[in-house]
């Protein structure tokens, strides 16, 4: 049976949209992914591209409020970034918690004229979530 997981970010527009579909595409089977936002506000458009780069749509991915997932129960939240980890509302006891903070990509691609530039933010940080999915089972053993 899939264990559920939850990646929660502050605006569910990159890093948790990534973590979903790295883990529903690498860890199918084992992982039933979702992601949340403690104050969503769209799939970052940059975040799309470099997921398309990397062979995976995400473009139908809507960017979700934690509060849509009703009575759901998760047997993992994993924390991407540092406010959500802060914010994070209250799980059951059976749901493990873990924090595992990324950069923030639109954060660090503001203000860069370059596009190419811009998106290298996006592809670094694509690459570490990946990772990150690929030993997920580890991480979460360890914590």
């Known amino acids: 049976m899939e264990k ?3 990646f929660l970010c502050t605006g569910n ?8 579909a790295w883990t529903n595409h690498i860890k199918k089977g084992t992982f039933e992914a979702y992601s949340a936002g403690i104050s969503p506000k769209g799939v970052d458009p940059r975040a799309v591209k470099v997921m398309t780069e990397a062979g995976l749509d995400i473009s139908g991915q809507a960017s979700k409020d934690i509060d849509s997932f009703g009575d759901m129960e998760f047997d993992y939240v994993v924390t991407l970034c ?3 980890n802060e914010a994070c509302p209250f799980f ?3 749901t493990r918690l873990l924090h595992r903070g990324f950069d923030d990509p639109p954060a660090l691609a503001e203000g860069i004229q370059n ?3 811009a998106l290298d933010h996006y592809r670094r940080v ?3 979530i990946k990772t990150f999915v690929e030993d997920l089972q580890d991480h979460l053993d360890k914590d």
């Open 4 to 6: 559920r997981i939850l």
């Open 126 to 128: 694509r690459d570490e």
């Open 92 to 94: 059951p006891a059976k």
């Open 82 to 84: 540092d406010n959500a």
């Open 115 to 117: 596009e190419e530039a």
């Open 13 to 20: 527009s990159c890093r948790s949209q990534m973590a979903e």
